[in-house]
Structure formats: C-alpha cells, structure tokens
C-alpha cells in the first residue's frame, strides 16, 4: 500500500489520511468508544503515565478516533499539529486558556460568532485579559490597538453575516511584527476553500458543528498550529480541563471530512447562484457575497479563497416586519440560526445572533433590521429560490 503522506491533494487527504487501519482489515475507520485502555504490565501502566512510551492511557487525553480526526485536519489545515475539543467554544476557550495570562491584551475583530464575544467579556476579562474590539477590514484599526500586552490578533474571515474579508497576509506581518500571534476562525470557509496557515496564520480554530460535519448532527471544534503552539500550549487545557472531543463525534466529523470539497464546492455553486438572483430581484436591496463582483473586497477573495462558501445576506426594501415576512413564507428553508448543513437555513441577525449586541453597535456593525442571513444548503437551487422567492415576491 502506498505510504498516506501529506503530499496527496486534499480531497485524497480528507478520504484516506491520519488513520491507521486495525488487524481486522477494515476498509472504513473504525470507532473507539472506549473510556479507558488496559496496559500489558504495571511497567507499561508506569511508562504511559510519566510519558516516556506514546500510547493511549484515558479518552481525556487521547483516543484512536479522536486521533485520526486531528491528524486528518491537521492535513487539510497544512498545520503541524491539531487537537479535537467538544465543541467550537471549547476550542476557543483552550486557545486562550493555554496561551494568555493575566494582564494579557488581544485584539479582536468586532465581527465574531456572539458566542465568542460573550466569552472574552465575561470570561476572559474575569481573568484580566483586556480585548480591544476593531472593523475587520481596517488596517489602521488593528494597527492602532495593539500595546505592548497585546499576545494575540483574534479573527473569523468572511465575517458573517456581512461576508467582509481580511487580508490575512498582512494581518500576519502585522502580529508578528508586534510579537503577537494570528489566530483565525476558519469555520466559515473550512480548508477545502482556505487555509490560512499557508499564509502566515499562528493557529486556526473551528467549530466542527459547521461545514466539517456539514449534515447538522454533532458539536465539536478543533485547534490547529505548529506541534509547539498544540502540544505544549493547547493540548494541555484540554487533557486537564476536560473539553476533549468523544470519540463517537470524532468518527462523524472523520466521515464529514471526506465529503468536505464536494460538498463545499456545490455550497460555493448555489451561493453563487442565489446571491447573483437575489442582487436581481426588485424587492432586494442589496446582497452581501464573496463571489459578487459588487463586493468590495473582491480581488482579495480571489486570491485568499477557493471559492466564496456558503453564506450570503441580503437586506430586503422595508424593515424589520418585510424580513420577517421573508422569512415567515418559507416552506422548505429551515428557520434556524445555525450554519454549515445540508440543510439551507434562514435567520433574522438583529433578533437572533446579534440580538444581546447594543442597537447602536448593531448599526454600527450594519445589521440593519431589514436584513436576513442565508446559509445556503445543497437542496436544488430551483428549489431554495422558489422558497425565498415566495417571500420576496409578496413584498412588491
Ligand atoms: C458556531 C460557531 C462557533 C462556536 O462553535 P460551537 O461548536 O457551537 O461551540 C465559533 N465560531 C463560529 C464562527 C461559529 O459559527
């Protein structure tokens, strides 16, 4: 059999790498959902515990399923080293836990999942760590805010809902220049259309519950970097505070990864197709999309990104009662506030995900309340149309 290296393409990688078949032969991965494992003699007990023989010892801090998803996309990632956590917070969370101390600053785009930012105001402050918050797109903002306390440059690429891009080669230089480290949420794109530690990121975290399952069933999340920033930074919170990721979600998240690029790829197909048909209809306003070329970070994409992805938001002619009149008639589209399925979903920004932001901030940000956000699924195009256009068409 030829040797899995990382020199494979990535949709070979996202099938066959990081795992190690079983004396059973099996042509699938097997699962390991197995708390504990047994040691031949007291000496081997002895060696796992104190490290000095690699092996499995307790699926807090390693098992065979959960292993296979790390080195998996780790490959994707193009990063030396990945640790699987329980949720997409969780990797944050240990990120943060395992790099800052007291008295540590980071900058942060002010356009980050909400979840996040709960996190760093009322958990990570608890504990003295100071965020400065910037515009995503602007240099001078993220320039600006960096002190001498400041250990990292905190971002997610496109932003959602209003799909702005960072230019992460030059947020790169920038924390570098500063001694500070660059760390990406890469969830919206996933490494099928992005990997931003070939361009000079530090660490990329996921929420797996996204386009890594990609069919809407498990929580997860992922850290991956250099083998010294994961294994004596990061891994440690993990094995110690206890957020690991269980086997059984690691063997879905594995199947979810095979599929990844195909999957992606017919997600970039229908975004596209659907922005570029909601930037025509009369009853829009207008469209926020990557693959756009309205968008005003357009060139960028195209150098940064593989494709676009699979969120777009539009604001419709009219307020709050039109948006949610468009998203009252839907009939198939799932009304939901999560992203990254199968399954395209709809959500109203300013009373869902954006709700607990201050109404000024919000404007600020510009949700506005006329406009919706639409992970686009992989039902047929005609089909996620038809369901919005119910909506749309009622406005005019
Ligand atoms: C969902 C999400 C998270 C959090 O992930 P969970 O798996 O829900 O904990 C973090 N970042 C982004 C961009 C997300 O969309």
Redesign the pocket.
Known sequence: MLPMTDDFDLETLAIRYGYDQTQEQENSEAIFPTSSFRYRSAQQAADRFAGNEAGNVYSRFTNPTVRAFEKRLAALEQGQSCVGTA????A?LSTFLGLLESGDHIVSSRSV?G??KALFDRYLKKFGIEITYVPLTELSAWQSAITPKTKALFL?TPS?PLTEVADLTVLADLAHDNDALLIV?N??CTPALQTPLTMGADLVVH?A??FLDGQGRM???AVVGSETLIEEHIRGVIRTAGPSMSPFNAWVFLKGLETLKLRMDAHCERAQRLAEWLQAHPAVESVFYPGLASHPQHDLVAKQQKGPGGLLSFRVIGGREAAWQVVDATQMISITAN?GDVKTSITHPATTTHCRVEPEERLKAGITENLLRVSVGLESFEDIRTDLSRGLDALL
């Open positions: 949720s997409g917070m969780a944050i999942f979840t996040t997610e959602n949420d969830c919206f929420s519950t996204k929580i997860g999340g992203l």
